[in-house]
């Protein structure tokens, strides 16, 4: 099968770097597929499921926060905020955080900090959400 190499970069850390057989990324429209010799674009990432292939190997998932993803001479860029593995995202640590965002959102605070815990809630439900559905697929 043909590759192409593959550069999923993280705001802090570089996620996968080296040859990819295909990759799926979550856009606006679903699923977008990736193979090699795929044609040049440029495309928004959202919010989900990012799986990808490395030759010889299972296919790998991970859970990724908006971006973009830039395809251009058989090479793939994939810029995110974040990007987890599944395995990383430990439900008690996250389901704490929904709490303590919760509670921060009913406190009486200014509309900004009201608005930040409101972002963090939403974030962490979402990360739940997602790792429940990468566990059973």
């Not at 977008?32 to 190997?57: D, R």
Request: charge should be neutral; hydrophobic fraction near 40%.
């Amino acid at each position: 099968m043909s590759v192409f190499e593959a550069s999923i970069l993280a705001a802090d850390c570089v996620f996968y770097e080296g040859p990819c057989e295909y990759m799926s990324v979550p856009s606006l429209r679903g699923q977008y597929g990736i193979m090699a010799h795929h044609s040049n674009s440029i495309g928004a990432i959202v919010q989900g499921k990012l799986t990808f292939k490395i030759p010889g190997e299972p296919v790998r998932t991970a859970f990724v926060s908006e971006g973009l993803v830039k395809i251009e001479n058989n090479e793939v860029l994939v810029l995110v905020d974040s990007a987890e593995r599944p395995e990383e995202i430990e439900e008690k640590r996250a389901r704490k955080a929904a709490d303590e965002a919760k509670e921060a959102a009913l406190q009486k605070k200014s509309i900004q900090e009201n608005r930040i815990a409101q972002a963090q809630l939403a974030r962490t439900v979402s990360r739940l959400r997602k790792k429940n559905d990468l566990e059973h697929m």
